[in-house]
Structures are given as C-alpha cells and as structure tokens.
C-alpha cells in the first residue's frame, strides 16, 4: 500500500464531530482495544489532522506527532493503526510471532506473511477469521513490525497445512508512510536498517525465545506478577518510543521510571530538568496574542522559505503553501490560528508580506486563490533568518512537489496481448496449450499453425493455402457466417494468424518501472482536445491517461507550473475511475510533445484533435 512515496491532496483538522466517529469507528474495529489504549493513540484535547491522498486513502495524525491511522477506502471500513500507534499501544491489535529476525526481512522487503515464517505455540495456531486486522511481531520484541489483514481464517489455514499466505500486509516498518513521519524515529534497539531483532533491554520472555512457554503462558505469568506491557512516554519530543515493563502495583517505581525518562530527555538537549519542567510550564502558560501569533506566523514562513519551498515548485497556491509548509514548520508544541492574528486571512497576511517585498503573491481570477510567484532572497529579513533543523511538525509529511516524485521517470513498454475464449478453447486443448494465460499476438499465431501442421492442413498443390476442418473452421467462423451462406473450407496463410486471434479476447498491459496494469479490452487512444468557450478563449482537455499509468491530479499539476495556468481535474460523466484534466489555452502540440518526451506514451496511441480549425 505504502510502498511508493505518498501524496497528499488536502490536509485537514477533524471536527469534535468526526473526532468522536473516529473513535466509535476504531473501537468497533480494535475489539481488544481498552480506552487506555484509545487515548494513547488519539490522545483527548489534542487537535486531530486528516490527510487525504491522491490513491483515495486517509491519514489521521495526532498534531505535532507521527501519523496514527490510516483509512484505505476512505470510508471507514478498512481502517488500520499505523506502527507508531501499535509501538505507543502494543496490545491494540492481536499479533503473529515471526519464527526469528530474519524472517522479517521479507516483510520490510514488502512481501506478505506466509504460514512458515509465523512461529506456531504448541497449543496451535490462535483463532481468527478472514478480514481481521493483525500486528506482527519479531520474538523478543514488543512492538509490532508491520500491520495487515488475515488473508484466510484459522480454521482454513489448518485444512490447508498451514500453507500459503496468512497476512496481506498493508503497513510496514520502512515503508513510505512510517518515512512520512519527521525523525523517522524507531521504539528500540531491535529496530535495525534491514531487519528487526529481539529488544537488548526487553526481559519478559516471547513465544519463539523459549518453545516450552507461548503466548498465552507469557500473558499469565504478566498477569500474576502484576505487569503489563505499556508504552513509556514520548522522549524528546515523541522523537524516541520505547516499549518496556512497569509495576503497575508500586506507584513509587513507576514515577521512577518517568524520571530517568525525564532525566534522559533533559540530558539529550543539553537542558535541566528545571528548564524542561519551566519549559512546560511556558507552553501552558496562556492564549498568545495577536502579535505572538504574527511573529510566529513570519517565523513559519521564513522557515518554509529558507527549507521546503523550493523555485521549481513555484507558482504555488496559497493554501498548499499553508497546509504543506508552514503548518509543517510550525515548533513542536505550538498551534497556528490565523484567526487570531492581526491579519484573520491568509490572503491578506501573504499581500502583506509581499507589499514588505519578502515575497511576490498576486490573486488568480481564474482559481479565486492567492499564488505564491516567489520570494526574495536578498531581502533583510530573509537574510537575517537562521534556519532551524528538525522543526518540522511530526504531522504528515509535506506531501512531494511533482518535480519530486517524478512519476514519470522509467520507460513505458505497451504490451498488446490476448486470452483464450469459447472459440478458439479446442485448438488450445488439441496442441496442448494453456488456456489460463495471455499471449501474444506471434504466441497465439503460433499455436494456431502448430495445428494446421500437427493435422497435416496445408493444401499440397498450393502451400499458401490452409484447408479448413471442422475444428478450425469452428474456430474461426462459427457465429459470423449469415444464415444461408456456406462455411469457407480453406484460407490463405497470411490471413489465418489474424483470423484466429481476432476471435480471442484482447488484453493490454502497461508497464513503467515497478508498476504495472493489465486490463480487459483494446488499448485506447489518450485524447487531446482544443476547443473555445466563452467567446474566443481556449482551453485543452487530456482524457483516458489513466491507461498509461499517469495520475490525473499529478498531470494537472504539472501542466499548471509548465504553462503557467490554470487547470482542473474533473470526472468524466458515466466512466468510472476516468478523468479529465481541463487546461486554461491552446496547449495541444505543446502538451501531446510534453506526453511523448517526459511519459513516453507512443505517438500511435495520442489522438490530437483541434476544433478551433475552422
């Protein structure tokens, strides 16, 4: 799922609202989940953001932290914890033992879990069914490794010979979406470059350590002792997680252990545990005030300027500017309120600061939105700025400009092939062919040939010509010959590899670096189409680029910074997951150029079609 960079469309806070489904919605999914575990993830009082990306998934992060879950659908009804949520609450989901560390290669190497590489307790495999959610975790280690959802149920594993795959795994440690998160941070020890092993500092014993104790033996031996496992609090800011055992019995032991973790981020930064204690204190010290807010507000900016706003990203709408760079700036801990500051909008904040000639912003008639053109690097107060490190909010990752993500890079290959029907199925049987696969269109001529020479069908006074039997007669012609009409008894050789193949189903697969579609039907043109609207003005439609593995909001973007206009993205009316990408002017060689050099679509398959011409 999370396997190529992530992109994301919209950043949004929820409202108390959807906070409050959002938690019914988790409860319901996570039975085992207690309330405790709940507030870890979505901590109560503390804002909730949702990302939503180009692929039609969800990320809900908690405000200044790593992402928490993520929603594949959208919908609610695939929704997952991400690993830093399962390292803050380990037991929220049910989890398989990987036999050793080095199964955990494979899963991190983005392979989903099969039956024998999970570590089975002498009592059997635990219980479950199809589509439940499931951790992994490594022996030794406490915290979970990947996510995923049961492939079959327990019951059809055991039939099977606990064979086959158990987990398809949806998220993953290494993964783009555990990188989306600013420090990348890791729970422990164990949490290696390529692999996870046992954590050095974790003592209870795991299933797979000792084969004479399991899973539930462990539970009961935590239980009488009054342990349990729980995550320790955040260090350094939420920058360093760590799974370990605390005496829930001996309330003076556990404020010990929140001490060292005190004492251990004070001695990280270089500070007192006075100075973290009066820091806190200074967070919580009251509302900011119009001028704190603006001060801070430039302070954001500054930063965006000097480290995530690139010149290729420009122009750039103001509400990306916010949501991907200066919320993201934003130090750890604080909140930005445009409402409360002296300027309440964004437009008039950012004509102020381009009247002050930090930056150049001018409002676009066409998007009604203010557009950042640029900055100016030699204006004082860019140049007085010191950049800070690491201040980026642990929130979702700005998303990558399309200059980054560079979606387009590797060559596209367009591979026509076909799959057996009803009618040509026995001349498949007769050679002993698969009738499963697809073939080409010299494999499928092929096997019709090899026919025609296995039953000795070449007319012997003329070997140009085919004699048609019953079989191959059916095959080609059963079904397209009117009624009345007599069936043909022979075909010439150049017409009968055409022939046959136009009786099978057509297929066509793209193919451009690790990505891959295969679809039903004939490969169609991508369209490009100029026409005038209100008056003279011209605008230029691109549709069916969704057969050539190229996103539509991805292409609109792209076309917006290369023209220097405005685009949409739009569905198209009765075809489902098609769209069409509407740019602002006569574009059409320029863009069908664009298409051939930088996705490398064929020319053959670009139909340009201008209806200006007159």
Not at 97 to 125: N, Q, T, W
Request: contains cysteine; proline residues 5%.
């Amino acid at each position: 799922m999370f396997k190529k960079p992530i992109e994301a469309k919209a950043l949004q806070r929820l409202s108390g609202a959807d906070r409050k489904k959002l938690r019914r919605t988790i409860r319901d999914r996570f039975v085992q989940a207690s309330d405790a575990d709940l507030d870890l993830i979505l901590p109560p009082k503390v804002e909730i953001s949702v990302a939503r990306l180009t692929n039609r998934a969800y990320i809900y992060a908690v405000e200044g932290g790593p992402p928490m879950l993520f929603d594949l659908d959208g919908r609610g009804n695939d929704i997952f914890p991400t690993v830093y949520a399962l390292w803050k609450a380990p037991s929220l989901l049910p989890a398989f033992f990987l036999k050793g560390g080095e199964v955990s290669r494979y899963v991190l190497g983005g392979a989903d879990l099969m039956f024998p590489g999970i570590y089975i307790p002498p009592d059997g495999l635990p219980q479950f069914e199809a589509g439940e959610p499931w951790a992994i975790k490594v022996p030794g280690n406490p915290c979970p490794i990947a996510v995923g959802v049961t492939n079959i149920s327990s019951t059809e594993a055991t039939k099977a010979g606990l064979r086959g795959k158990a987990l398809r795994i949806t998220h993953f440690y290494k993964d783009s979406l555990w990188e989306s998160a600013e420090g990348r941070y890791v729970p422990n020890e164990g949490f290696l470059e390529d692999m996870v092993t046992k954590d050095p500092s974790y003592v209870t014993a795991e299933p797979g350590e000792n084969l004479e104790d399991d899973e539930s033996s462990v539970d009961e031996d935590n239980n009488a002792n009054g342990n349990e496992l729980v995550p320790s609090s955040d260090v350094v800011n939420s920058k360093v997680l760590s799974c370990t055992v605390v005496d829930s019995k001996d309330g003076e032991e556990e404020h010990d252990i929140k001490t060292e973790s005190d004492m251990l981020a004070a001695d990280l930064r270089g500070t007192s545990i006075d100075d973290v204690a009066d820091a806190e204190t200074a967070t919580t010290e009251g509302p900011m005030t119009a001028e704190e807010i603006d001060a801070l507000l430039d302070s954001c900016l500054l930063q965006a300027l000097h480290t995530t706003v690139k010149e290729k990203d420009l122009p750039m709408p103001g509400s990306t500017l916010w949501s991907n760079h200066i919320l993201a700036c934003r130090p750890p801990g604080k909140t930005l309120d445009l409402k409360k500051s002296s300027h309440k909008k964004l437009s008039k904040w950012l004509q102020s600061k381009s009247s002050a000639g930090l930056i150049s912003a001018k409002e676009d008639k066409h998007r009604k939105e203010i557009m950042l053109l640029g900055f100016n690097r030699g204006h004082p107060d860019f140049m007085a700025f010191k950049p800070l490190r690491n201040i980026v909010a642990q929130e979702v990752q700005a998303a990558p400009s399309a200059s980054d993500t560079q979606q387009h890079n590797g060559k596209l290959d367009v591979f026509e092939v076909w799959k057996c029907t009803y009618h040509v199925n026995p001349i498949f049987e007769a050679v002993g062919a698969d009738l499963s696969r697809l073939y080409s269109f010299s494999e499928a001529s092929e096997i019709v040939f090899t026919y025609v020479e296995r039953e000795n069908l070449v007319k012997e006074n003329d070997k140009a010509v085919v004699l048609l039997d019953a079989l191959l007669c059916d095959a080609l012609y059963k079904g397209t010959v009117k009624k009345g009409s007599s069936y043909p008894t022979e075909i010439h050789k150049k017409d009968l590899g055409a022939t046959f193949v136009n009786r099978m189903q057509a297929h066509f697969k793209v193919v451009r670096g690790n990505e891959s579609a295969l679809r039903k039907g004939a490969l169609k043109s991508l369209q490009i189409v100029t026409e005038r609207r209100q008056g003279n003005k011209k605008v230029t439609k691109v549709t069916g680029m969704e057969c050539f593995l190229v996103d539509a909001e991805h292409l609109a973007n792209e076309l917006q910074k290369k023209f220097a206009c405005s685009t949409s993205v739009s569905d198209v009316p009765g075809k489902k997951g098609q769209y069409e990408v509407l740019v602002q002017g006569g574009v059409i060689e320029d863009l069908g150029r664009h298409l051939v050099s930088q996705y490398g679509i064929p020319k053959k398959y670009i139909e340009i079609l201008d209806k200006t011409k007159r």
